[in-house]
Every structure is written in structure tokens, then in C-alpha cells.
């Protein structure tokens, strides 16, 4: 009964620390996709989207909201993990900051429509609601912030996106799709 039990024990620190190597997994894929950036006025082409959506889909609403926070936390704390040569909390202040905090946000909604249905157009449905809510975050932040005027702010801080991220949506939707039975 006791050895039972040892093991049983055993085996949940393992899942623990399994999930969180995967947190930090997908923290550090955040970042990476930052450097991948086409620099571009007033806000970047960047690959962070795509990493937030893939979260958010194999870890789950509060461990994909996790890995974001992680990734916010980090920069705020001054570590170069944003798109861009600013780091640190100014960053999440600034004309792009409401992208960023979106990403736990996304993350927490897109995780949580994902387990409703297992098909394919339903993961890119909840995928796309994720990026709705990054986009609509960013745009006011960018609007509020820089431009001042919500026409100009919906086209060089949606529509002008519009097209790339619809690329990295259906790219995220296929990779999980492609990969969700091996991951459990």
C-alpha cells in the first residue's frame, strides 16, 4: 500500500513537472517568435501570434494564460523577450502594448473553446476569436496611444495584418491538428 502510494506520488510530480516544462516550452516559443519580426511602423509583423494560438490549444486556458503571463513578466521585467529593441514594463505602456496584454487573455479563451470540439474548423474558429481579442486590444491601445484617430488605427493596427495572421491561424490550427494525438 505504502510503495502504491510512493509511486503514485512520484507519478504526479512528474505530470507537475512535465506541464510546466511544457509552460516554459511554449514561454520560450513567445519569445522566439518576437525575433522573428519584419520590422514595420507603428507595429511589426512578428511570429508571437502563432505561439499565443498554440499555447493556448495544447496546454489549456490557465496553463496557456500562464505561459503568456510568464512571457509578460519577463519582459516587463527588462529581459529583450518583445519584438523590437524596447524591453521592460514602458513596452507594455507603449503603442503596442495592448497586443501584449492580450496574450493571456487570447490564450485563457482560445484554451478553453478548443476542449468543447475536436474538429478542424473548430480549433480555427477558437483560434480566430483569440486573435480577434488580440487585435481589438492592440487597435485601441495603438489608437489611445499613438494614432488618435480609429480609422487610421484599424488599418496600420488590423487590416494591414489581416491577411498574415489568417496565414499563421490556419498554419496553427493544422499544427495542432496535426499533432494533438501525441500530445495528451
Not at 15 to 32: M, S, Y
Not at 129 to 145: D, P, R, S, W, Y
Not at 147 to 174: P, Q, R, T, V, Y
Amino acid at each position: 500500500m505504502k510503495q502504491t502510494k510512493a509511486l503514485s506520488l512520484d507519478f504526479n510530480k512528474t505530470i507537475v513537472l512535465t506541464r510546466l516544462l511544457w509552460v516554459v516550452a511554449f514561454t520560450g516559443l513567445t519569445f522566439l517568435g518576437a525575433k522573428i519580426e519584419i520590422p514595420t511602423e507603428p507595429v511589426p509583423y512578428t511570429l508571437q501570434t502563432m505561439f499565443v494560438l498554440l499555447s493556448a490549444a495544447f496546454l489549456g486556458p490557465y496553463l496557456g494564460a500562464l505561459s503568456q503571463f510568464i512571457y509578460l513578466a519577463l519582459g516587463s521585467a527588462g529581459l529583450p523577450v518583445f519584438a523590437g529593441p524596447i524591453a521592460g514594463f514602458s513596452k507594455l505602456l507603449g503603442p503596442t502594448g495592448g497586443y501584449l496584454l492580450a496574450f493571456p487573455i487570447s490564450a485563457f479563451v482560445v484554451g478553453y473553446l478548443v476542449k468543447f470540439k475536436n474538429s478542424y474548423w473548430w480549433i480555427a474558429f477558437s483560434m480566430f476569436c483569440g486573435l480577434i481579442l488580440i487585435f481589438a486590444f492592440g487597435t485601441i491601445q495603438l489608437n489611445l496611444v499613438l494614432i488618435h484617430n480609429w480609422g487610421e488605427a484599424i488599418k496600420s493596427g488590423f487590416l494591414i495584418f489581416s491577411f498574415w495572421d489568417l496565414l499563421k491561424l490556419f498554419a496553427s490550427a493544422s499544427i495542432y491538428a496535426s499533432l494533438k494525438r501525441f500530445y495528451k
